[in-house]
């Protein structure tokens, strides 16, 4: 199976900058796409970024400009670069990844979350 870590959530005051990164490892045979999404208290889980292994990225309005999203396919890593960070961006934040095992079939699974919280 698949494996991802998510790192670098925490507090920050607005207008400041946060990274987050997600690993995954395991089994994989090749990844079709990893991105973040977030999920603020009261609401549903949102589309934050993806990005593609061919490197096509996705954002939603609310981030574009201010987050980046990028990879390391020699690492199976994605990072999130949060800038400019606004109250309305606390959330926590999910990893997923999309991919093929070694098995060839097809896996998608959520990383345990990372907390980002965005107050002065």
């Known amino acids: 199976q698949v494996q991802l870590v998510e790192s670098g959530g925490g507090l920050v005051q607005p207008g400041g900058s946060l990274s987050l990164s997600c690993a995954a490892s395991?089994?994989?045979?090749?990844?079709?796409?990893m991105g973040w999404y977030r999920q603020a208290p009261g609401k549903q889980r949102e589309l934050v970024a993806t990005i593609t292994w061919g490197g096509s990225t996705n954002y939603a309005d609310s981030v574009k400009g201010r987050f980046t999203i990028s990879r390391d396919n020699a690492k199976n890593t994605i990072y999130l670069q949060m800038n400019s960070l606004r109250p309305d961006d606390t959330a926590v934040y999910y990893c997923k990844i999309i991919a093929v095992l070694s098995t060839k079939a097809d896996f998608g699974a959520w990383g345990q979350g990372t907390q980002v919280t965005v107050s002065s």
């Open positions: 395991g089994s994989i045979f090749n990844i079709y796409y």
